[in-house]
């Protein structure tokens, strides 16, 4: 299907303005709390009285509703647009979206290398951005996978899950996440397994959940999905492959079906549908590098850059952390 940048933010705009469900709280997505250095935007949220609401739509009354799609539409109405501004130059603003975690699942044998630890520190303390890209500068060569007898193998095991993002260098990927909180969502990737659930076989994706996005409700997630996959002489690289699908879903694991708002079968439509110039969309395809990247389980860093593609995204660089 093929859909221009308007219709698209159209589309948003409706789906926003329809919905019946107001609350900027990111949603619980697990049983078990996550430990971090600092209190959670989810924690906040509940020591602010902001949790508990998944199921108050039910019981809400008519006002309640009324005031709910006021509120719903006014927001469409900035929300939306945010969704196809690539069509202006976006602004370099690196910034840490996600606190850190101290809790690893399954701790190497040697001690993880104080580069880590520093960068960590720098996200968890919202450090300026010259400091996180130093730590992470500094992080990148040690990575403990680059150089394994089967890093085929090891990459592919390590990258299988679900990664919940930190910092970024820039937001030319993702303009939502320029707005301030508590109205700019979480961002989460997906990963062997759980991606096949999810999207498919052969298939990763991007969800964003949560801030201006409850307004579709508590539970719905915004999904980006595409064919992947691993350079065979580089493993730590993904190739990019249509079909793209950007489909509006819920969390993992509801077994819910998603609805297909743009579905592309190349690269060059795909950009086209976000707004890129011609030189963008003649451009090869998008290849996604893990600069560094642990197998321990929950709680592990992975370091990754758009290596090559899309010109609006190459060499955007981001942290992530395995959930």
Not at 148 to 157: F, K, T
Not at 305 to 315: A, C, L, R, Y
Request: charged share 25%; hydrophobic share 40%; glycine share 6%.
């Amino acid at each position: 299907m093929t859909m221009t940048a308007a219709r698209l933010s159209s589309i948003v705009a409706v789906l926003l303005s329809s919905s019946s469900t107001f609350g900027f709280q990111p949603p619980s997505r697990r049983s078990a709390p996550v430990l971090t250095p600092n209190l959670s935007l989810r924690a906040e949220a509940a020591a602010a009285g902001d949790e508990n609401n998944d199921h108050a739509d039910d019981d809400c009354d008519a006002s309640f509703l009324s005031r709910r799609r006021l509120l719903g539409r006014a927001l469409s109405s900035a929300a939306a647009p945010l969704l196809v501004s690539a069509v202006m130059p976006p602004a370099a603003s690196a910034k840490v979206v996600g606190i850190p975690s101290t809790d690893i699942s399954n701790p190497p044998s040697s001690p993880f290398p104080p580069e880590r630890e520093a960068l960590l520190r720098a996200i968890a303390e919202k450090s300026p951005n010259d400091v996180v890209s130093a730590a992470v500068d500094a992080l990148v060569p040690l990575s403990p996978l680059r150089g394994d007898v089967d890093e085929e193998g090891r990459y592919a095991s390590a990258l299988d899950g679900e990664w919940r993002l930190l910092w970024y260098s820039t937001s030319g990927f993702s303009p939502l996440l320029k707005l301030p909180s508590p109205f700019r969502p979480d961002s989460y990737q997906y990963f062997g397994s759980i991606a096949e659930k999810e999207v498919g076989e052969g298939r990763v994706a991007q969800g964003l959940v949560g801030g201006v996005l409850s307004t579709l409700g508590s539970q719905t997630e915004l999904w980006l999905s595409s064919g992947a996959v691993a350079r065979k002489e580089r493993p730590s690289t993904l190739e990019i492959y249509p079909p793209f699908l950007f489909q509006l879903g819920r969390l993992p694991g509801s077994n819910s079906p998603k609805r297909t708002i743009v579905e592309e079968d190349s690269d060059a439509e795909f950009r086209k549908v976000n707004a890129r110039t011609e030189e963008a969309q003649l451009a090869p395809k998008n290849e996604y590098e893990q600069l560094y990247l642990e197998d321990a389980g929950r709680g592990s860093l992975r370091v990754s850059v758009v290596s090559k593609g899309d010109p609006v995204i190459v060499g955007e660089v981001f942290v992530h952390q395995k959930l």
